[in-house]
């Protein structure tokens, strides 16, 4: 069954208001009809499973069948911290980590990032970015959608992360597995989680000193060299099985 977001205002007691891009998306390419069901998230912890009521000319109106508290989310907010790679790899990033749980992604310039993107480059990125983690929110069964910030600085993004409770830097030059199981293993549910990955040939040793220096932990995922676009699906998938409610 097909899902769609709407936001609170749009959520009436017994209706749904739908507008913008969805209203196209179900009456062009859906090519739904009034009676057909699907399912609405509020972004929140509600989903509503709903009737086609009306097609209006900018809205479509949905009959609340029935509302359900839903657990799909994760008990722990993660907010993936990425340095921007070559090419179309931030999409594949984004959709991945979407899929595996991620609350916000943050796209980061460091020193070692290959693309260089102005202003319009960038806000036109993050349009994109944003409507592929609707997407895959849609497709996971996610109860919102997770928000793309736009592209910042790594001082930036240590600053953003300063109140989250546990901050994490994959390394290639960390060493101790033992210690980084015992760190994973103490991440507890409802903690707040922050995932710094660098681009393609990692951070360089001072930016890794600057963010050791706010409390930001290395951690290593093994003895061999993982892309960018690898190392952050790996620790979202360790905290993904770890967290998970029974």
Same mark, same amino acid.
């Given at each position: 069954?097909?899902?769609?977001?709407?936001?609170?205002?749009?959520?009436?007691?017994?209706?749904?208001?739908?507008?913008?891009?969805? %209203?196209?998306? !179900?009456?062009? #390419?859906?090519?739904? +009809? *009034?009676?057909?069901?699907?399912?609405? /998230?509020?972004?929140? &912890?509600?989903?509503?499973?709903?009737?086609?009521?009306?097609?209006?000319?900018?809205?479509?109106?949905?009959?609340?069948?029935?509302?359900?508290?839903?657990?799909?989310?994760?008990?722990?907010?993660?907010?993936?911290?990425?340095?921007?790679?070559?090419?179309?790899?931030?999409?594949?990033?984004?959709?991945?980590?979407?899929?595996?749980?991620?609350?916000?992604?943050?796209?980061?310039?460091?020193?070692?990032?290959?693309?260089?993107?102005?202003?319009?480059?960038?806000?036109?990125?993050?349009?994109?970015?944003?409507?592929?983690?609707?997407?895959?929110?849609?497709?996971?069964?996610?109860?919102? %959608?997770?928000? !793309?910030?736009? #592209?910042?600085?790594? +001082? *930036?993004?240590?600053?953003?992360?300063? /109140?989250?409770?546990? &901050?994490?830097?994959?390394?290639?030059?960390?060493?101790?597995?033992?210690?980084?199981?015992?760190?994973?293993?103490?991440?507890?549910?409802?903690?707040?989680?922050?995932?710094?990955?660098?681009?393609?040939?990692?951070?360089?040793?001072?930016?890794?000193?600057?963010?050791?220096?706010?409390?930001?932990?290395?951690?290593?995922?093994?003895?061999?060299?993982?892309?960018?676009?690898?190392?952050?699906?790996?620790?979202?998938?360790?905290?993904?099985?770890?967290?998970?409610?029974?």
């Amino acid at each position: 069954m097909k899902r769609f977001f709407a936001k609170p205002e749009q959520i009436d007691e017994r209706e749904i208001h739908i507008t913008g891009e969805d %209203v196209n998306h !179900i009456r062009q #390419v859906l090519r739904m +009809r *009034e009676g057909e069901e699907l399912w609405v /998230s509020d972004g929140e &912890k509600k989903k509503y499973h709903c009737r086609i009521k009306d097609f209006q000319q900018d809205e479509i109106l949905l009959e609340i069948l029935y509302a359900q508290e839903s657990d799909y989310e994760l008990p722990s907010r993660i907010y993936l911290f990425q340095g921007l790679p070559k090419g179309d790899k931030m999409e594949l990033i984004i959709q991945k980590a979407v899929e595996l749980g991620a609350f916000e992604v943050i796209p980061m310039a460091t020193s070692r990032c290959v693309v260089k993107l102005d202003k319009k480059k960038a806000a036109k990125k993050q349009e994109r970015w944003q409507e592929i983690a609707r997407n895959a929110a849609k497709q996971s069964r996610r109860l919102l %959608v997770p928000q !793309i910030h736009p #592209v910042c600085s790594l +001082r *930036e993004a240590l600053d953003y992360s300063g /109140s989250l409770d546990v &901050k994490l830097l994959p390394y290639e030059l960390a060493k101790g597995m033992r210690q980084t199981k015992e760190t994973l293993a103490g991440i507890k549910r409802g903690q707040s989680i922050g995932i710094f990955i660098g681009p393609e040939g990692g951070f360089a040793p001072e930016e890794v000193e600057q963010a050791m220096a706010v409390g930001v932990e290395p951690i290593t995922l093994g003895k061999r060299i993982l892309r960018t676009e690898t190392a952050g699906m790996t620790v979202l998938s360790i905290l993904m099985f770890q967290l998970e409610d029974e």
